[in-house]
């Protein structure tokens, strides 16, 4: 197969994992007979710098011309401790959603039997975790009108969905459910938000073409406690934006890592694929990170593509460094520790 | 000392979990030689049913008239799954909070010893865990503009805080920190959320007035990672309303039972203290629901009278029904677990 995937390092370390990423698919290119082209392009607080806006149309351009997006992380303190920022890396994040249209962001959350002692949560309870969160991705309070009144000592942000941005999510989450184990669950705040209770009315209003999902409702307070108290109680669940925001990063833990955690951005023609953590902008360029969520993004990507031995490949030599502690720093519990590159070309000389 | 309390048991399991707190509350009064007149008021679910409004003028006026005000829970499975219900319970419990001007809500989370193996978080992760989540509970999401658009297929809910709300809540939580351990941790979304951008330049200009705090700003999504991760990294922790109700939540798992955990609402004259639980609507009737939240919120209303020996007396006989087992069924694993009125009658008893 010939890929031409876009390369969206990004800030802070996505540089350093979206290189392992690069090496692994590579190898998987070179044994599996596939052609890969990649075409970095600058993104986030490196695109501000570069050309002062952090999606740049060139940017959009490259992606769109692609059959994939890889995609480090976007972030840096700068902007975080700088209210009145006028642009900022997480706004190039949010454009490039939408414009590429990649309205639902693919959550898996599972456990490694090598680490699962790692995990802050007991064995017991999170042995067997298998659930995808489905997050909804351009829109809710994420993409609602906001701004400043009153000389600017009022603040607002508005949480907005229609009736079809919910059902196009719903609909991908139905069919999810069906392919597994035919559980749903609806996570929102319908005894107090209104956008929420349009979530829960129109999912209802879907459960008749689905009759054999099971689904069930529940108050996002609630799910916060009850993922890390009973994880195994889920198989698929739907949400708004910022509440998969939320969720999402909660249930990283479940896996013992964020470091671990793989996503996909899907919704139109091009996909996008990125780890669930964020820029680490205190471990840029120390060759530290853990690159195994990008390189096990990959592995979604190449699984997307229907090259299922592909992504296996690759699952399995993440699984084989995890065994063999062939990991980094984050990992390694005091015992021997490699660098991210160290990691990156290990993974791709045992593919 | 005489106090006046109102109470509002509510719907679910609250007038049972309320009993008890009214049973040990009273043993107290008999054995330090207070006087507690109880008035009882009608909220929730029983409120609408009754007259038409969860949170009627009367109840109002009996709180207002009241020392404290000592509640059992509000919401009723009936309006959650029908999204066009025009009064819902929940409703009479915001408008609670705001008229009674109970813009801070007080959640401490901690460990109990005889209890801590039952957390699904492993104890090295937990054990001495101390921490406060100041929530502010009149604005945000829950107070904006809410409605729908183009004939109901748009919903929006509008997120708005000023300057002035933010500083009230902030100063508690800066105050509160200086009797402790002299951290304070903001939680927001500042990197989207122009409502957070506010928060944190309000707390930021701060900061100069309590130098000997420890200031961090961290993302909600982090915070709800770390939160489980390593939560003795916490001291005070202060939020806005929404991110405040999940976090809350989700801390709840630490102590190993959501059923365990006080809170105390304040911000003017009249305070109210309640269990975190919700109505628990299954439960309901049944004399099995845990009732040592509500108990340990009663310790927190002695402990704000500044009866200390009272509040700690309460808070000794939790203590020792835990360590004796003499608890309801969803602390006894599978052991002998004793009714919600006999944990009440035995508590009141070893006062
Ligand atoms: C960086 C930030 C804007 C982003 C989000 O909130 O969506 C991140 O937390 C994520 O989850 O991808
Ligand atoms: C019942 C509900 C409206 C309420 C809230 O969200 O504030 C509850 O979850 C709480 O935390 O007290």
Redesign the interface.
Known sequence: MKLKIALLAGDGIGPEVIDQAVKVSNAIAKKYNHEINWTPALTGAAAIDAVGEPYPDETHAVCEAADAVLFGAI?HPR???D??AKV?P?QGL?KMRQKLGLFANVRPTFTFPSLIDKS???RE?IEGTDLIILRELTGG??F?E???K?N?????????????EIQRLAKKGFEMAMTRSKRLCCVD???????S??W??TV?AMEKDYPEVTVS?EF???V??RL???PKGYDVIITEN??G??????A??ISGS?GLMPSASVGSKVRLYEPIH?SYPQAAGKDIANPLATVLSAAMMFEDFDLKEEAQAIRDVVNKSLAEGYVTEDLSEGGKSYKTSEVGDWLAKNI
């Open positions: 972030g902007f975080d401790n209210p009145s900022r997480e949010l802050p949560l007991k309870r309070v994420y609602g906001r701004g400043r009153d600017g000592n009022t603040a607002f942000d508005t949480m907005t969905y229609t009736r079809a705040k319908a005894n107090v938000l209104e956008s209770r349009l829960r009315e209802q409702y996002v307070d609630a916060a406690m890390v108290q009973w910022l509440f925001d939320i969720l999402t990063d909660e990283s833990v964020m964020g």
